[in-house]
């Protein structure tokens, strides 16, 4: 069983930085596919960045050129480095991991079935 844990969310003002880390407790396969997902109240779970064991990566274009996905195959971690924050980008973030990249869901719900709890990020 696979499960993602993330941390690193917080408060920060407009224009500043986060880090956030997503382990992947349990994960050990060779191949895989995880993706930072975030959402706001009374709106869907929107995905912005995807990363696969082939270093394919992929960003909605709200975060193309803000915000950058890398790993850590060592320890089975996922970062999302967030530069120039903006209000917009306040939500609950959300760390999703697969075996495997379904090909067009990468950055869609349906394309993962290991979810995180989450962590907040608030830009004030």
């Known amino acids: 069983h696979v499960q993602p844990v993330e941390s690193g969310g917080g408060s920060v003002e407009a224009g500043g930085s986060l880090r956030l880390s997503c382990v992947a407790e349990g994960y050990t396969r060779a191949r895989w596919c995880m993706a930072w997902f975030r959402q706001v109240p009374g709106k869907e779970r929107e995905g912005i960045a995807s990363l696969d064991s082939d270093r394919t990566t992929m960003y909605a274009d709200s975060v193309r050129g803000r915000f950058t996905v890398s790993q850590d195959n060592a320890n089975n971690t996922l970062f999302l480095q967030m530069n120039s924050l903006k209000p917009e980008d306040t939500g609950m973030y959300y760390c999703?991991?697969?075996?495997?990249?379904?090909?067009?869901?990468?950055?869609?719900?349906?394309?993962?079935?290991?979810w995180g709890q989450g962590t907040q990020v608030t830009v004030s």
């Open positions: 999703a991991a697969d075996r495997y990249c379904r090909g067009g869901l990468v950055l869609h719900v349906a394309g993962y079935n290991y």
